[in-house]
């Protein structure tokens, strides 16, 4: 049974930093590409950062370049979001993804509110 719990959300003001954690399991982790999507209301879900199984390779959203960092433990099957210099745009709900060529697994999503 595929499982993905987010952590780390919650209310931080402008300037803050967060990490998300997504800790999961019942499937082979280190063979997927592991990632981090937002949605925020009453817009579109938006990859924000995405890393490689094997070479570790990152993608990021250009409106979080230089703020954003993915990781992953493969030791730990997670995968890691530290967000620096938090904005108010960054407020929505962020979900972890697992993919590979057939499927995709998620997350049930943690709540970010950037907001003074």
């Known amino acids: 049974q595929v499982q993905m719990v987010e952590s780390g959300g919650g209310l931080v003001q402008p300037g803050g930093s967060l990490r998300l954690s997504c800790a999961a399991s019942g499937f082979t982790f280190n063979t997927y590409r592991m990632g981090w999507y937002r949605q925020a209301p009453g817009e579109e879900c938006e990859l924000v950062a995405s890393?490689?199984?094997?070479?570790?390779?990152?993608y990021y959203t250009d409106s979080v370049k230089g703020r954003f960092t993915i990781s992953r433990d493969n030791a730990k099957n997670t995968v890691y979001l530290q967000m620096n210099s938090l904005k108010p745009e960054d407020t929505a709900d962020y979900y972890c993804?697992?993919?590979?060529?057939?499927?995709?697994?998620w997350g049930h999503g943690t709540q970010v509110t950037v907001s003074s």
């Open positions: 993804s697992a993919e590979d060529d057939t499927r995709i697994y």
């Open positions: 890393i490689l199984r094997g070479s570790g390779n990152t």
